[in-house]
């Protein structure tokens, strides 16, 4: 194979308008690939270390999200605006079988009269049940802990979907035109939250955290729950925090604080 | 008998009578005394292809293939043969200056896929065209390349 | 034990051929639904992001589950030793290939994909219960075709008794397998372990229903008599199995609700679930359950001979519980809430801790209704290509 990197020349046709506005929300980091080709990015708050281009995701990694419940503004859903605009995820004003890979969720304890809001996304589990249902291996979980829907290989069963505790999941009821090219999705398939992978897999935060932060919100916080220096790690030591639906035992990676179940 | 050799020479006329209709929007090219029909491909940018031309017409489905399943599976990115960079780099211009879809006949993929008849439902999923980022300003513009990220 | 005749149908009758239309006007227009539903994708059904599974399942399920129900007539034939349903046998099995192709279709062609079946094929991920249920579904289909050779084959009739007992234990995994798709999903309420032997149950009391209505609408349409007898041992036994699946169904309520964290979904199901209270307690108790249960035990009292038009009735109904139990189990699963925060009112964009609602659509009525007409045309062309229909079930045969 004769592979030869092709140049496009893309430092020239990066918005400088955009560069500057990344750059001050949080630095811009650029890697150069191989001469010509740069890689611009976001680098993550504290633990920065991007994956080498052609190498496989890491086990020795597991990608997490610790959520403030306290910081949640039950009025503020910038995160999953973030969500839709980040993946195209812009429906047919058909709430019931429009996708959702993230939602706001109100919760109200009738017993002592407090009331909450949070985030909720694919969980992301160690153990997933989708992953265990899907018949053809489509669900899989990447080696960093990330839970997945391979599009090529998911034939629309819709079994992950009766398996998930979270309801994380959507079926993709309706034709897509221009999706982004690196968010593909489709018609008859199952998707849900991919903790932004294409953005994680060049050292940037995920599109909700980054907009929540935006926000001045601050209650997302994003990164490797097996570095034991990282900040994520460290809170999580730290303070008290807790997984939904915990009692059954699938040790999801995104994590809330300050949740009153 | 006759029946079924009347058929066949009814499907033989349809066909000679469909085909060259189709091919009408192909260029004609000789080689040697032959006078072939060619598919219009658009040229993509730079110099050359991530592979020779050869090899990627003969072989382009395995490569992205291949390195579909790495980078969906194992998360291997920046690898050349990425069906981004192919859309990306052969985008072609519609007559509003922004790379048409695979809804042109015109696309870099469908121009040849056409031509040989063989369908493909890559583009059920992946966008065809790059990204398109719309300023504050409300300028259009296109971004191309793995840089983006 | 004297040799029974089988012989083929004639399909010449306008009866065979009118049945036949009909049965071929359902499957297209069944088709016609999938290429609708395909193309404009399947927000034009009754499913959404909340209940997945809709109607089409429910038509599937009852297919594959009666199934393997159909097959207990020759099981209780060639392993049981029950001679009275020697004649039975071949219909029996030749049913139970025709409604589990039905179900297959049925669920195939409800995909998000169906194109991508070779996909499923290629690719296996053997954790899931589905990836099971391929293997069980196809096998069943291999091992009943090997049964009938036994059967149909005189110099294999030595080895019917082996083929029996392979196609029991075979037709056992695949309804605990069915069951089981609903068993393993430990975060839906409604569904538990209870799910396998259940449908198991539900196998029996449904395919033995089915089973006797073809019987006497093939005899009816073809002038073989059926003797009083074998009617009476046909739907006393189907009463055996209709206590049989009321008897799962109130184990499976009383034992969720004995947990104070079910009690939610219980009193959904059982209490104030407006459509699905209705047709669990009207449909699946009542008509499917207590009633036939009733008519068949009293009108058979005392040594009484059952008319066919008594066991058809009890037939219908139990199929009528047995569509209104699958719509509850499958549908009502999926219309109560996940319990996300246990104990908490829940509420968000995406129909967090309400009740979802579901409309069954055209298409996917179409689609359920080609299931069930690919199955009676398999049935009708089998019965016309080789020989399964006994050529008469009078008393004198039936005699033990």
Request: hydrophobic fraction near 45%; proline fraction near 5%; glycine fraction near 10%.
């Amino acid at each position: 194979m004769s592979g030869k990197m092709k140049h496009t020349g893309i430092a020239a046709e990066f918005n400088p308008a955009r560069r500057k506005f990344l750059g001050a929300i949080a630095g811009v980091a650029s890697v150069t690939l191989a001469p010509g080709v740069i890689l611009y990015g976001i680098t993550r708050s504290g633990d920065a270390r991007a994956r080498k281009p052609g190498t496989a995701a890491s086990p020795d990694v597991r990608w997490g999200l610790l959520i403030d419940v306290n910081h949640c503004d039950s009025g503020c859903d910038k995160c999953v605006s973030a969500c839709v605009e980040e993946n195209g995820l812009q429906g047919h004003g058909r709430p019931a079988t429009d996708p959702q890979w993230i939602r706001k969720v109100k919760i109200h304890d009738p017993d002592t009269g407090l009331s909450q809001s949070l985030p909720v996304m694919c969980q992301h589990c160690a153990e997933p049940p989708c992953v265990d249902v899907c018949p053809t291996g489509a669900s899989f979980k990447r080696a960093d802990g990330i839970v997945l829907v391979d599009r090529h290989r998911c034939i629309g069963c819709r079994y992950c979907m009766m398996a998930c505790p979270y309801k994380a999941r959507s079926f993709v009821h309706e034709e897509i035109e221009d999706q982004k090219t690196y968010a593909p999705r489709g018609k008859g398939t199952v998707e849900a939250c991919t903790l932004c992978i294409h953005r994680v897999d060049s050292d940037r935060l995920p599109a909700c955290v980054e907009a929540c932060n935006d926000a001045g919100g601050g209650a997302m916080l994003f990164g490797d729950l097996k570095d034991p220096n990282s900040e994520i790690a460290r809170r999580v030591a730290r303070y008290a925090s807790q997984q939904i639906r915990g009692d059954l035992g699938l040790d999801p990676g995104v994590r809330y604080r300050n949740l009153s179940t | 008998m006759s029946l079924r050799r009347i058929f066949i020479v009814l499907v033989a006329v349809f066909m000679a009578w469909v085909v060259p209709g189709e091919a009408q929007t192909v260029p004609e090219k000789k080689i040697g005394n032959n006078s072939v029909l060619l598919p219009a491909i658009p040229r993509g940018q730079g110099d050359h292809c991530v592979a020779d031309a050869d090899f990627m017409r003969r072989n382009h489905m395995t490569m992205l293939m291949h390195q579909r399943d790495e980078t969906v599976r194992q998360g291997i990115r920046g690898k050349p043969f990425s069906l981004k960079e192919c859309v990306a780099c052969h985008a072609v211009e519609g007559p509003d200056a922004m790379p048409v879809t695979v809804a042109s006949p015109q696309h870099f993929c469908r121009a040849c896929h056409d031509y040989a008849a063989v369908s493909i439902d890559c583009f059920q999923c992946h966008a065809s065209r790059p990204d398109v980022v719309t300023d504050a300003g409300g300028q259009g513009g296109v971004v191309r390349g793995a840089a983006r990220e | 034990m004297k040799r029974i005749i089988f012989s083929e149908i004639d399909g010449r009758s306008t009866g065979f051929r009118g049945l036949a239309a009909v049965l071929g006007g359902f499957f297209l227009i069944g088709l016609a639904a999938v290429l609708y539903v395909e193309h404009a994708g399947h927000y034009v059904t009754g499913g959404s992001n909340q209940v997945v599974w809709g109607l089409p399942d429910v038509f599937a399920m009852f297919l594959i589950v009666s199934a393997s129900g159909v097959l207990n007539v020759a099981i209780i034939s060639s392993v049981f030793r029950k001679t009275p349903y020697r004649p039975l046998e071949r219909l029996s099995c030749l049913l139970a290939i025709a409604m589990l192709l039905g179900g297959l279709m049925i669920l195939v062609l409800d995909l998000g994909r169906p194109d991508r079946v070779i996909v499923a094929m290629l690719n296996r991920n053997f954790k899931s219960v589905f990836a099971w249920n391929f293997y069980l579904y196809t096998g069943f289909i291999a091992v009943v075709v090997l049964y009938l050779w036994m059967q149909m084959e005189r110099r294999m009739n030595r080895f019917i008794l082996a083929a029996g007992l392979l196609a029991f234990a075979w037709r056992i995994a695949l309804t605990t397998g069915s069951g089981s798709i609903y068993g393993v999903l430990v975060a839906r309420e409604a569904y538990s372990a209870i799910m396998g032997p259940m449908f198991v149950a539900m196998s029996f009391s449904f395919g033995l229903a089915v089973y006797i209505l073809v019987l006497l609408a093939a005899c009816k349409g073809i002038d073989r008599e059926i003797g009083a007898v074998l009617l009476r041992r046909l739907g006393r036994l189907l009463g055996i199995f209709i206590v049989a699946v009321l008897y799962f169904a109130t184990v499976q309520h009383l034992v969720n609700l004995y947990a104070a964290e079910h009690s939610g979904v219980e009193r959904f199901i059982l209490l104030d679930g407006g459509i699905y209270t209705l047709l669990f307690w009207g449909g699946q108790v009542i008509i499917g359950g207590l009633v036939p249960l009733a008519l068949i035990f009293i009108s058979s009292r005392g040594g009484a001979p059952l008319s066919g038009r008594t066991v058809a009735l009890a037939s219908v109904m139990v199929i009528v519980g047995a569509f209104s139990q699958l719509y509850v189990l499958i549908i009502g699963g999926q219309v109560y809430p996940l319990p996300l925060f246990p104990g908490m009112e829940v509420s968000s964009s995406f129909y967090d801790g309400v009740i979802n609602t579901y409309t069954p659509s055209l298409p996917e009525l179409a689609l359920g209704l080609g299931g069930v007409a690919l199955a009676g045309l398999v049935v009708l062309f089998g019965m016309k290509l080789l020989r399964f229909m006994p050529a008469t079930l009078a008393n004198a045969r039936t005699n033990t």
